[in-house]
């Protein structure tokens, strides 16, 4: 075998490796269902109430506290991703709440 057909199988070994470990990682754990409750909904953030607003924010607080205790990888990559769902939550709940504040 060549050095590129080397270097080519190494990285695909690799990635195949990362992979798996992120699904081991993270695939019995019950915080991932949670995360995905809390961020599946971020598409429809415009049309949840201010108190579903505030739910979704507290859900991804607790959520954030489970991250934190997995290993590097996934936390770093969750975290990530939980915090702009949260920041997306948090926009628009002042934006509503801005909204309802009499001129």
Known sequence: MNTKGRLKLLILTGCLSLFITLQT????DAWRTDFDAACAQSDDAMAFSIPELKKLIE???RVQNSIEAQEDTVRKVFLR???????LYVFVLETKMHEQKPK
């Open 25 to 28: 990682a993270y695939g019995e």
């Open 81 to 87: 991703r939980l915090q702009m769902c949260r920041n």
């Open 59 to 61: 859900q991804c607080d």
